[in-house]
């Protein structure tokens, strides 16, 4: 590379400038996450911070789950616009079920949602709100002991996915001498779980020497206090006890002051960096890779996302016309099995049918064998009938005949002989013996026109 050296001023020296000012009209967002048990000072820490009093409400102890809960607020220092978002994770810390799960999918989805937006065809990045979380304060309980085993799992969750900031919150319940064994080993216990927490860089000559002196403070131990107490002659924030008073703002009192200068004074920026670059990358290249996208192909050639795109959809279209070609098959055995199995059905009701129609065509003979047979009997009978019909006329004729010579005088009204008025005694034997032939018909009845 040669270098030139100008004739005159040129004006390239202001792109600084000139992106200062593009920034500023454009504002700033930042997003801080506090997760911390229920009480621990988390709201009042914000407060303290940016000085003001943020909208909040307590949260009970009786949450049923961890949930997140985001607030935006507009922020304005000089002509320097800052959109906050203040997320607490509620009910962390109090439930049987403490499950960090809510707070690392609550990060993953604004990933997500930022990883959708520059993925469109028509981005909108540039107005955008980024919702994505720069720093995680990291609450832990004044206890002196050791770090509970729920945060530590909490913190390594998290660490991959956001920057961690560890403080140990409403520090002035814990002595001096209590306070310094109890940082060193929270440290101690972090490194030897593996846990990374954001270390202040110190690759930037401006800010390298304090960030290093301030990293040999972590965690910091702060108290928060909007509350405004007299010292001598000036106002102070701080908390007042019956043995004294605990100032905010007093670095010999806590570390809230190097809490702020770090945090918002000197490594807003760094932090906003670190999530686009290191977490939000790690978060892209995983799900692209899930997609399928890689930058290297086999032998490690490198492969442009438009290749891998048409490997991809080739390898997909294959898939699923094997996929079809399996489907088309299933249904044709299918197909197959069902007529199988309706063509039996069909045999089977066509061998009922003739089977009741044999049945039907036999019973029909059989009744129609029974009627011929009554038909017979009934001429049969009817000839009979006719028969002693004729025979007792013929009887009736000879007895009328007979009485009639004898017994003249019992003849009824009309002049015609009744069975009443014919004695017993005096029937003659032609009487019975119409009967005994009578008999004989009925036992004999073919005898008829022998009998005759
Ligand atoms: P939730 O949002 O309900 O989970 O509570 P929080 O974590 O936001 O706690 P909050 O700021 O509401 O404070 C709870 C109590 O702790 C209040 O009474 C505060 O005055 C007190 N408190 C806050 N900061 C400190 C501190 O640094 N030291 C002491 N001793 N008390 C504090
Ligand atoms: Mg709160």
Redesign the pocket.
């Known amino acids: 590379m040669r270098l030139l050296d100008l004739g005159g001023h040129v004006g390239f020296d202001s792109l600084p400038d000139q992106l200062v000012s593009k920034s500023v009209s454009q504002g700033f967002s930042f997003n801080i996450l506090?997760v911390?048990?229920?009480?621990?000072?988390?709201?009042?820490?914000m407060?303290t911070l940016f000085n003001t009093i943020f909208e909040?409400?307590?949260?009970g102890h009786y949450e049923a789950c961890v949930r997140l809960r985001p607030r935006t607020y507009d922020l304005q220092e000089s002509n320097v616009h800052l959109k906050l978002t203040i997320v607490?994770a509620?009910g962390f810390g109090d439930q049987i079920n403490k499950d960090e799960r809510p707070i690392v999918d609550y990060i993953d989805t604004q990933f997500e949602n930022y990883l959708q937006e520059e993925l469109k065809i028509q981005r909108s990045l540039f107005d955008y709100h980024d919702t994505r979380i720069h720093v995680c304060l990291y609450?832990i309980t004044p206890t002196g002991h050791s770090l509970k085993s729920l945060d530590l799992v909490t913190m390594k969750k998290l660490d991959s996915k956001v920057n961690i900031i560890p403080i140990i919150?409403?520090?002035?319940?814990i002595s001096k001498s209590e306070l310094h064994k109890f940082k060193n080993k929270i440290m101690n216990e972090l490194d030897k779980n593996g846990v990374q927490i954001y270390q202040f860089p110190t690759d930037d000559e401006a800010v390298a020497e304090i960030n290093a002196v301030m990293n040999a403070h972590l965690p910091f131990a702060?108290?928060?206090?909007t509350d405004e107490v007299k010292v001598g002659n000036k106002l102070v924030r701080a908390?007042q006890y019956p043995w004294g008073i605990?100032q905010v703002e007093n670095e010999s009192h806590c570390d809230f002051v190097k809490l702020r200068e770090m945090l918002i004074r000197v490594n807003m920026e760094d932090l906003r960096e670190q999530t686009h670059n290191r977490h939000y990358e790690l978060y892209r290249r995983h799900k692209l890779e899930e997609m399928g996208f890689q930058d290297t192909a086999a032998e490690s050639k490198p492969i442009s996302l438009q290749e891998t795109y048409e490997t991809r959809r080739k390898e997909f279209l294959c898939e699923l016309q094997k996929k079809e070609e399996e489907m088309r098959q299933m249904f044709v055995n299918k197909v197959k099995e069902t007529e199988l199995e309706l063509k039996e059905k069909e045999k089977e009701l066509h061998e009922r049918f003739e089977t009741l129609k044999r049945t039907h065509q036999e019973e029909k003979r059989k009744v129609e064998e029974k009627r011929r047979q009554l038909e017979e009997e009934k001429i049969a009978f009817n000839r009979r009938k006719a028969a002693v019909e004729t025979m007792q006329a013929q009887a009736l004729q000879v007895t009328s005949q007979q009485p009639l010579r004898r017994d003249k005088d019992k003849k009824n009204s009309k002049g015609m002989i009744t069975k009443s008025n014919v004695e017993p005694l005096k029937y003659s034997s032609w009487w019975q013996a119409i009967q005994c032939c009578c008999n004989c018909l009925v036992k004999n009845p073919t005898g008829q026109e022998r009998f005759l």
Do not use: H, P, W, Y
């Open positions: 506090c911390g048990e229920t009480g621990i000072g988390k709201s009042t820490l407060n909040t409400e307590e949260s607490d509620v609450f919150a409403k520090a002035d319940t702060v108290v928060g206090s908390r605990v």
